[in-house]
């Protein structure tokens, strides 16, 4: 268990509809990722949060958006769904810039129908 | 973003050690070198991560090359559940993980 908890862990909606994945860090980690994997395209970043603030954004769609709360926790938001947005969507944590290393949720698993 | 190179795929037999390497030549003074590997249909697992020295841990060992252009990820007695993709990533401080197409490794018993 690595401490991140991701929710739902699977997800089935229509096309153009909108949907939410929420992430909870490790407690005490201020740094939280986004990431998209489909089978065809690997492990794809596509935005990093710092304490409530974007720090650097990936190949992320402006039909997707993401924030960090407060409490830390996370959400990605992901509207207007399109069938090739069926993926694995992981989510990962990571305490202050030490070097130190990341932490991964075991993943959402969206299809879109 | 400074780049890995990882072969595509590697194989070994069980029990055996498994080097595996990355080349990272455009890295700078405040990169880590950084390991990760995924299992199928589950997240990435960190492995190991070093700066300069040469690290241990109880999973794996890496070697770092004195210019820092190259590093190993050791695997000392593969077993069946090491068979994953291998990460080699940049890490600055604080930055973005950026994974490329990593190395996966099949394990013959």
């Known amino acids: 268990d690595s401490g991140v908890t991701q929710t739902p862990k699977h997800l089935i909606t229509a096309t153009g509809q909108r949907v939410t994945l929420r992430c909870s860090p490790r407690?005490?980690?201020?740094?939280v990722y986004w990431y998209q994997q489909s089978l065809d395209q690997g492990l794809q970043f596509l935005i990093q949060y710092y304490n409530g603030e974007e720090r650097a954004k990936g190949n992320i769609l402006e039909r997707f958006s993401a924030q960090q709360f407060p409490d830390l926790h996370s959400e990605l938001n992901l509207s207007s769904l399109e069938l090739g947005d069926s993926a694995l969507y992981f989510c990962a944590s990571s305490p202050t810039g030490t070097g130190g290393h990341a932490f991964f949720g075991q993943g959402t698993r969206l299809t879109v129908v | 973003d400074a780049k890995t190179t990882q072969p595509n795929s590697m194989e070994s037999n069980e029990e055996e050690p498994v080097h595996l390497p990355c080349n990272h030549s455009t890295i700078s003074g405040t990169d880590y070198i950084h390991w990760y590997r995924q299992l199928p249909s589950q997240g990435p697992e960190y492995v190991i991560h070093?700066?300069?020295s040469n690290v241990n841990n109880r999973m794996a060992s890496l070697a770092i090359a004195e210019d820092r252009k190259s590093s190993t990820l050791i695997l000392h007695r593969a077993t069946l559940r090491d068979a994953a993709v291998y990460y080699c990533i940049l890490h600055n401080q604080g930055g973005k993980l950026i994974f490329g197409q990593g190395t996966e490794l099949s394990v013959k018993p």
């Open positions: 070093g700066l300069t």
């Open positions: 407690s005490g980690d201020l740094s």
